[in-house]
C-alpha cells in the first residue's frame, strides 16, 4: 500500500506555489481558447452515464487566508495560477473565484467580519438560540457591507479579464453550515431535537437568502460562469450549485436528512441542481447522499495526506456508480497512492472526477494517462 499520511508542517495540503501575474500581462486569448478546449470534453462528460475526468486543481494558499480581501492581489494570485496550470494535463480547466470568505449569507443577519492578520476573515458574533435567529430582523445580502464587497469583486475581475475567463460563484456555505456557524453551537444542536419548527423556518429563510444573492452573481457573471464553483471541479458546461455542507459530519441521518437538506436542494433546485461537499469523513451517509433528489455532484477528500479526516474509499463505487451523480474525489498523493485510491472508487456506471496535486507537469501527465487506464 503507498504511504499516506497527513503532513502537518504544510500551510495548506492541496496548495501549489504560483507566480502572480498582472491582468496587462496575463494571455486571455490563450486561456480563453484552452478553457474552450476542455469545456468541450466537460459537456461530453456531464451528458454520459458514465466517466472519468482529471482536474489539476491550483489553490493559491495566499487566497484562502488575507489576501481574499484585495481584488488586485487576489485577481493577480488567480491568474499566475491559470496561467501555470495550463502546463498540466488535464480535462477540466481551473477558473475564477472573486471571493472566498466564508460567512457571506450570515451578513444578512447583521453579522460583519473580523480580521486577524495573516487570516480569512472570521464571522464575529452568534445568536444564543435558533429562535432568537428566527426573531431578528434581516435584509438581503447584497445590501450588506460583505455582500456589496462580494459583488464588487465579482464587478472587478469580469471588468479585468473582459469576461472572456471562467469564473464562479463566491464561496458558498449551505443553509445549514451559515447557520451552524451563527447560532451558539450549545444551543444548535440541541435545537434541531428540541425546537425543529425553528429550524425550519431558519433553514427556509436562510435558503431564500442564498437564493436572491446568488442570482444577483449569475446576473453578473453571465456567460462566464464555471459551474458548480469553488472546490469543485467547475466547467462552464456543468450545471448546479456548489455547497459546503460541512456540519452534515456532526449530525446523525434523523437530523440531517428531514431537517437540513430540504433546504439545500431548494437552493440547488434553482441553479440546476444541488452540489454537496464536506471536510472529513461523511461515509456513514453516502448512499443516502447519493439519492439527495436532484443531487449532481458530491465532493469528498480520499487520502489522509488531503484531510486527516478523509473518507475511506470503501463502498463509495457501490452508491454512486448508476445515480447520475458526480463524484468529485481530492487525492493528495503520489501516483501509486492515487491509482491504489482510483480503482477503489471506479466501477462500470460511475461519473468520477478525480482531482490531482502533482507537482510537476511531467508527473501529473503520467498520471492522468494511468487514471484514464485504470477507468477505460
Given amino acids: 500500500m503507498a504511504k499516506d499520511v497527513f503532513n502537518t508542517a504544510l500551510a495548506d495540503s492541496q496548495a501549489t506555489h504560483v507566480t502572480p501575474i498582472s491582468p496587462e500581462r496575463f494571455d486571455r486569448a490563450r486561456y480563453a481558447d484552452y478553457a474552450a478546449q476542455l469545456d468541450e470534453r466537460c459537456a461530453r462528460f456531464w451528458q454520459a452515464e458514465e466517466g472519468v475526468l482529471v482536474y489539476r486543481r491550483m489553490r493559491v494558499k495566499e487566497v484562502f487566508a488575507e489576501d481574499c480581501r484585495d481584488r488586485e492581489r487576489s485577481l493577480a494570485w488567480q491568474l499566475g495560477a491559470l496561467d ?47 429562535a432568537e435567529l428566527v426573531a431578528a430582523p434581516f435584509r438581503p445580502v447584497a445590501e450588506t457591507p460583505i455582500g456589496r464587497h462580494t459583488l464588487d469583486m465579482v464587478s472587478y475581475f469580469l471588468d479585468k479579464t473582459r469576461g472572456e475567463l471562467p469564473v464562479s460563484f463566491c464561496d458558498v456555505q449551505s443553509p445549514l453550515n451559515t447557520l451552524s456557524n451563527i447560532i451558539d453551537s450549545n444551543s444548535f444542536y440541541l435545537d434541531l431535537m428540541l425546537d425543529p419548527e425553528s429550524i425550519e423556518v431558519a433553514m ?19 456567460s462566464a460562469l464555471a459551474k458548480p464553483g469553488h472546490g469543485f471541479a467547475s466547467s462552464r458546461r456543468f450545471d ?136 477505460q
Fill in 204 to 222: 427556509d429563510r436562510t435558503a431564500d437568502l442564498l437564493i436572491d444573492f446568488t442570482e444577483e452573481q449569475r446576473k453578473l457573471v453571465g
Fill in 240 to 375: 448546479g450549485l456548489g455547497m459546503s455542507d460541512d456540519t452534515v459530519t456532526m449530525l446523525s441521518p434523523d437530523l440531517y436528512f428531514p431537517l437540513c437538506v430540504p433546504a439545500m436542494t431548494k437552493v440547488g433546485d434553482r441553479f440546476g441542481g444541488a452540489v454537496f461537499h464536506s471536510c472529513g469523513c461523511w461515509s456513514d451517509k453516502k448512499e443516502e447522499i447519493a439519492r439527495i433528489a436532484g443531487l449532481r455532484m458530491a465532493d469528498g477528500a480520499f487520502s489522509l495526506a488531503t484531510d486527516p479526516g478523509a473518507n475511506p474509499t470503501d463502498g463509495f463505487a457501490e452508491a454512486f456508480a448508476g445515480t447520475g451523480v458526480v463524484l468529485n474525489a481530492r487525492i493528495v498523493g503520489d501516483a501509486d497512492l492515487v491509482c491504489e485510491k482510483v480503482r477503489s472508487l471506479w466501477r462500470p456506471g460511475m461519473k468520477l472526477i478525480v482531482v490531482t496535486y502533482c507537482e510537476t507537469p511531467a508527473e501529473q501527465a503520467a498520471l492522468y494517462d494511468r487514471i484514464h487506464e485504470i477507468c
Fill in 84 to 130: 501555470a496550470s495550463m502546463a498540466y494535463k488535464a480535462d477540466v480547466a481551473n477558473f475564477l473565484e472573486p471571493w472566498y470568505g466564508l460567512g457571506t449569507v450570515a451578513a444578512a443577519y447583521g453579522f460583519d467580519y473580523r480580521w486577524e492578520a495573516g487570516q480569512a476573515p472570521a464571522v464575529d458574533g452568534k445568536f444564543a438560540t435558533t
